[in-house]
């Protein structure tokens, strides 16, 4: 997704006879937009399609795949209290997703225990941001360590799971589309631009490849049409010796995100990381702020009538909510005006640095909440403008 990769061992030519340790290995070609656009070829010891049983899968939390909030959503500013949510399970069992559209949805986890079988998105690519916590991530492509503060990205169709000792706190983020570095950031030729905010050296592919015993043979887990079924193998379908290509998980930290500064208040477009059909995702880490003389460098406030907002406050002083604790997030719909609390705007004039970590999706077609997300909710947010009591 990045540029050229290469782990492991593979064929001298594509599609020509290859063997390892005197056996002649399976060609996985592993393609996007159907032949046409980014692939990668795995050589695996035996092909991924000798399954035994596949059956639905329903979980028990209702949360993962979501399910739409029930009633007429009413035109409101909107406080998630994601703490709320409480520690437990694997991945999947501890998911909700919060909201939703064609395009993308977004949600949280906090698993307690590390996840047995394999997940595989069939819907869309997925971005896991580790708020809290450390692991690694084992996917078909080899396996990923990450630490608090990495973005974490599985391409639709990877199967993946999270080994970790501690519980993580996740921001996830699933989009069906064109998901990945955004293009004005890369030349014609692929390669990032000198002005974009990271280097290729920033981004960490599979450091090794996934090497389970042979005893182990986990299920698969698979979601399509938002809808799970559960998948079995006589064995470990993806004992992978080597591949190439340019389609494959990867790793990315905040802290190496390069910020951009100016003299007066920039538009949060320029906090962009990654971007999808029909979405962006910003991120807002520790920078100078503006520095002209009298400069608010709190955001103004605006009607930005083509898109609704949603934002994962991680840590730190937030420049521009009161009543807005770590891990809360927030949804600004496009068709009312929304931006800082007054006295927040204020505050700001004469503020040299900020300390804040967040990250941002911002949509252009409307996102509807689902159930899951009701059951956080801050009734009070949206009236939380006119009064000095919100906390």
């Known amino acids: 997704m990045i540029d050229y990769r290469r782990l492991g061992v593979v064929s001298e030519k594509p599609h020509t006879v290859f063997e390892h340790e005197g056996k002649m290995v399976?060609?996985?070609?592993?393609?996007?937009?159907?032949?046409?656009?980014?692939?990668?070829?795995?050589?695996?010891?035996?092909?991924?399609?000798?399954?035994?049983?596949?059956?639905?899968?329903?979980?028990?939390n209702f949360g993962f795949p979501h399910h739409p909030s029930e009633g007429e959503e009413l035109l409101m500013r909107r406080h998630i209290k994601s703490p709320k949510l409480q520690i437990g399970g694997q991945l999947l069992e501890s998911r909700k997703t919060l909201f939703f559209n064609d395009d993308c949805t977004v949600g949280i986890a906090r698993p307690k225990t590390p996840s047995q079988e394999f997940f595989i998105n069939g819907d869309a690519d997925e971005l896991y941001f580790v708020a809290e916590g450390a692991g690694t991530l084992q996917t078909i492509f080899g396996e990923i360590d990450f630490k608090e503060g990495d973005y974490l990205f599985v391409p639709k169709g990877v199967a993946s799971r999270l080994q970790f000792k501690d519980p993580l706190y996740l921001f996830i983020v699933e989009g069906t589309k064109e998901f990945g570095i955004p293009r004005e950031f890369r030349l014609a030729q692929g390669q990032l631009r000198l002005d974009a905010p990271f280097t290729h050296?920033?981004?960490?592919?599979?450091?090794?490849?996934?090497?389970?015993?042979?005893?182990?043979?986990?299920?698969?887990?698979?979601?399509?049409?938002?809808?799970?079924?559960?998948?079995?193998?006589?064995?470990?379908?993806?004992?992978?010796?080597?591949?190439?290509?340019w389609c494959y998980p990867f790793a990315f930290s905040i802290h190496a995100y390069q910020p951009k500064t100016s003299s007066h208040?920039?538009?949060?477009?320029?906090?962009?990381?990654?971007?999808?059909?029909?979405?962006?995702?910003?991120?807002?880490?520790?920078?100078?702020?503006?520095?002209?003389?009298?400069?608010?460098?709190c955001p103004y406030p605006h009607s930005s009538v083509d898109c609704d907002e949603i934002l994962f406050y991680v840590k730190g002083e937030f420049t521009s909510r009161k009543g807005i604790g770590q891990y809360s997030i927030s949804y600004h719909p496009c068709g009312i005006p929304h931006g800082p609390h007054p006295e927040k705007y204020e505050m700001s004039v004469g503020a040299r640095e900020t300390n804040e970590l967040a990250v941002m999706v911002d949509t252009f077609a409307p996102l509807k909440m689902t159930k899951a997300a009701a059951a956080f909710e801050d009734d009070s947010y949206h009236y939380s403008w006119n009064t000095k009591e919100y906390l």
Do not use: C
């Open 201 to 245: 050296r920033d981004f960490r592919s599979p450091s090794r490849l996934l090497n389970l015993p042979d005893t182990e043979n986990p299920a698969f887990i698979v979601k399509k049409h938002n809808r799970l079924s559960k998948h079995e193998y006589t064995e470990f379908p993806y004992r992978v010796i080597g591949w190439d290509g």
């Open 265 to 297: 208040h920039l538009p949060p477009t320029i906090h962009t990381v990654f971007a999808g059909r029909g979405f962006y995702m910003m991120n807002f880490v520790p920078r100078i702020l503006d520095y002209a003389k009298n400069a608010i460098p």
């Open 26 to 60: 399976a060609e996985h070609v592993f393609t996007r937009d159907g032949f046409s656009d980014l692939y990668s070829i795995l050589y695996q010891k035996r092909a991924p399609t000798h399954e035994v049983k596949v059956q639905p899968l329903q979980l028990s």
